[in-house]
């Protein structure tokens, strides 16, 4: 396959694709523009003929040519929604991905990964997508279990967070990427028996805020208080580390953490009466309180941390800011606010909650410059933020069938979260039986 060395191709639109030189990905993403929504044009057969270009390059031998392609790909699933055409030929790009993952360059892996997480958003939820996450996890777990290049492991990092956001259907896989990330954050308590290793700062934020991310997810189910005081502490000792991203991150998780009442020894249903100071209860509840105290008081040290010389005041404010609304948020329990134009005047995403914030923050840094394009005609995305546009209203016969297949791609997300909750529910039930 792809061993064809001149051809070209026309798109729906004006422009040529030259598949000789797919190392030209200016070139390769304005042929790929011509992909973006078409179910029932002429051009169609064209289109996917375009993409299958694409695919057939990524068999190729020369390494550079596989990551032209892997870019092209990567750009064309930013800027468009391209289900429509994912139908038959997710599954072949999933295996390439993978592939490029286990033995391409760094360079490689890196689009591989974020080429998997971009798929797994366009399929939305479903099967195709726990299909994704269950064929990517072995391998974005040993990115990490060998700890990689940092830029491979962030790329791996943000992927497993994506795919199994949206592709796990039960906890039991949700925690599986969890103690992964973890594993990064705290390897002390990972598996690499004998070897301590210490996560660069840049790869310590990500495992942060992946595995932040991923946490959001576990809604209303609980673990014992006690399994998640050794976490909380350690969490609260990265708010003194050196790298600013790092603290940011790890006050993310532990704002998380109090949004959840992971401190809150009284959500136990397990309990002695907490009051007993001499009980293992009554214990953990003094722990937990001293817990509070010192994450209270570093978080109100970093509200109001002074600016050196050299210091950078753009990320020096956003730490400001982000303590402040933490520290409001444990002493007053103000919920964090943010809101976001869409497209018309009426289409705005509003978060009021550390778990949407979290959320938001992640998907539009993931997304980055195609974000916009997702929550607007992503149907995924217009469920996770209850987002309800007047688009159906002005598209034509053609997109509004697109529109409708996003709509019920999110019923299937809410759904299957809604299912999902239940049997956690009715699982911690039958544990305190």
């Known amino acids: 396959m792809g061993k064809s060395k001149k051809s070209k191709v026309r798109g729906g639109g004006d422009d040529l694709l030259d598949t000789s030189d797919i190392d030209s990905v200016g070139s390769s993403s304005t042929a790929l523009s011509d992909l973006s929504i078409s179910y029932a044009t002429e051009n169609v057969n064209s289109q996917e003929f375009v993409l299958d270009k694409y695919i057939d390059a990524l068999y ?81 777990c040993r990115v990490l279990q060998t700890w990689s290049d940092a830029s491979k492991m962030i790329a791996a990092l943000d992927c497993l967070a994506v795919v199994t956001f949206v592709g796990a259907t039960d906890l039991a896989e949700t925690e599986l990427s969890l103690k992964a990330m973890w594993d990064v954050i705290h390897p002390k308590s990972g598996s690499n028996v004998g070897i301590v290793r210490k996560a660069k700062p840049p790869v310590l934020a990500a495992a942060l805020s992946a595995w932040t991310f991923l946490l959001t997810t576990i809604g209303s189910w609980r673990i014992n208080t006690d399994s998640w005081k050794e976490p909380i502490a350690f969490l609260s000792t990265l708010l003194g580390a050196e790298d600013r991203a790092v603290r940011m991150a790890a006050g993310e998780a532990l704002a998380l953490c109090f949004e959840l009442n992971l401190l809150d020894v009284s959500s136990c249903e397990d309990a002695d009466d907490e009051n007993d100071t001499g009980s293992s209860k009554g214990k953990l509840f003094l722990d937990m309180q001293a817990l509070k105290a010192k994450i209270s008081g570093l978080a109100s040290n970093l509200s109001a941390e002074a600016g050196g010389k050299g210091a950078d005041k753009k990320n020096l404010s956003d730490q400001r800011d982000l303590f402040q609304r933490i520290l409001d948020f444990v002493k007053y329990g103000e919920c964090p606010e943010e809101s976001l134009k869409i497209a018309g005047k009426r289409d705005v995403l509003k978060v009021s909650s550390w778990s949407e914030l979290i959320q938001l923050n992640f998907f539009k840094r993931f997304l980055g410059r195609g974000f916009l394009k997702h929550v607007q005609d992503n149907g995924l995305l217009q469920d996770i933020f209850s987002i309800k546009t007047d688009r159906a209203e002005t598209l034509s016969s053609t997109d509004k069938k697109i529109f409708r297949s996003g709509e019920e791609k999110g019923r299937a997300l809410k759904l299957n979260k809604d299912r999902r909750l239940a049997q956690e529910r009715k699982n911690a039930a039958m544990l305190n039986e």
């Open 60 to 140: 190729e031998k020369r390494g550079s040519t596989r990551e032209a392609a892997l870019a092209a790909l990567v750009d064309a699933f930013e800027s468009f929604m391209l289900d429509g055409l994912l139908e038959n030929k997710y599954a072949t790009l999933l295996s390439q991905f993978n592939s490029s993952i286990k033995k391409g360059s760094t360079k490689e892996a890196c689009l591989a990964s974020r080429a998997i997480g971009l798929l797994s958003i366009t399929l939305g939820a479903g099967s195709s997508s726990h299909e994704t996450m269950a064929e990517s996890h072995p391998q974005l």
